[in-house]
């Protein structure tokens, strides 16, 4: 089976991050979020990806090149005009013969939640769902009997409930002609949403498949932190760069190559540091942060709970805490 990963927007939302890049490759856990998407896509058996890209295309292209690194082959497809995510979808329909996979390539996901959609796929449309705290900021799903019944987007209501569109899909071709002839919206763009309304007007089932497993997306830019936290949280202690005598560190730790960590530091994971950083004495770095590769932090500074990017400095006596 085929995946087509939609990762041509820019995130508006997560301005002023997404300046300089594509809201799939901000960072989280010291890794851009899209690479969770191929990890969770390889590890499920799907290796051939087409990835449709648009908005600085070259960031993603150039990090993941042709997908060899990762155990995929990745092709690529542009979309010229954001113009949402039907639209994005339209651009690979040359490359579509059979059955086929759509998933967001702004979400961190496990990759036993694709396995279930596989599993249950069934018909020309399924949709994964799940279940979240706050569901106004998602499309709402009414389920019946294991099908679609409505998609209600960024409700107002809390009675609607709270399982929502996870942004992963199974089609077969026959969703192309629900995107051919499809108007724009009031918003300006289409959405694979709004084609699944089509599809049900029609009397094509849709079914619903329900997962429990990890789903996060970054919505907004304080979802980075806690992406952020939960990526971390996965990982394991791991050291490729020098500790120095007299550090000390504890819990889940990684650590990249050229890396010094020096005496007097204190390190409590979950966390993670890049290649080529430099952890001045007597800093201290807690859990659930992430610092970017080519970073110095100064002594006697204190970071907790952060993304710090690649090429960051720490000034001597910072103090951050829940920062990005």
């Known amino acids: 089976m085929k995946a087509v990963v939609l990762a041509a927007g820019e995130g508006s ?8 890049r594509p809201k799939v ?20 058996g799907i290796i051939d990806i087409v990835m449709v890209v648009g908005y600085k295309r ?14 995929v082959n990745i092709t690529y497809v542009e979309q010229y005009q954001q113009l949402g995510t ?3 979808l339209r651009q690979a329909s040359h490359l579509i013969k059979d059955h086929f996979l759509v998933i967001n390539g702004d979400t961190v996901i496990d990759a036993s939640a694709i396995k279930e959609i596989i599993r249950h796929q069934g018909g020309d449309a399924t949709m994964l769902t799940v279940t979240v705290d706050k569901a106004q900021k998602y499309g709402v799903v009414q389920i019946q009997n294991h099908l679609v019944k409505s998609i209600q987007e960024k409700p107002a209501h809390k009675e609607l409930g709270n399982t929502v ?5 199974c089609f077969s071709p026959k969703i192309f002609d629900f995107l ?17 309304r089509k599809m049900i007007e029609s009397d094509i089932p849709v079914r619903a498949v329900h997962t429990n497993a990890t789903w996060m997306d970054a919505a907004y830019l304080w979802d980075l932190i806690d992406l952020n936290a939960a990526t971390l949280g996965r990982q394991k202690a791991e050291s490729h760069g020098t500790v120095e005598d007299g550090a000390h560190i504890a819990g889940a730790v990684t ?25 001045g004495p007597d800093a201290v770095i807690l859990p659930s942060t992430s610092i970017g590769s080519n970073s110095t932090v100064e002594p006697f500074t204190r970071i907790a709970n952060s993304i710090l990017m690649s090429n960051t400095r ?7 805490t829940n920062a990005i």
């Open 13 to 20: 939302r997560l301005k002023p991050f997404t300046a300089t």
């Open 255 to 279: 650590i990249g190559e050229n890396t010094t960590v020096r005496s007097g530091c204190y390190i409590v994971g979950p966390a993670s540091i890049g290649d080529n950083c430099d952890i």
């Open 180 to 196: 051919e002839y499809m108007d724009i919206s009031e918003r300006g763009d289409y959405e694979i949403t709004d084609a699944i």
């Open 25 to 44: 490759m901000i960072p989280v856990g010291n890794k851009p979020i899209l690479e969770y998407v191929i990890d969770a896509l390889q590890e499920s």
């Open 165 to 169: 569109n996870a942004g992963v899909y």
């Open 86 to 88: 039907a639209h994005a």
């Open 58 to 71: 070259e960031k993603i292209m150039d990090y993941f090149s042709d997908g060899h690194k990762w155990g």
């Open 314 to 320: 720490v000034a001597s006596f910072s103090h951050l």
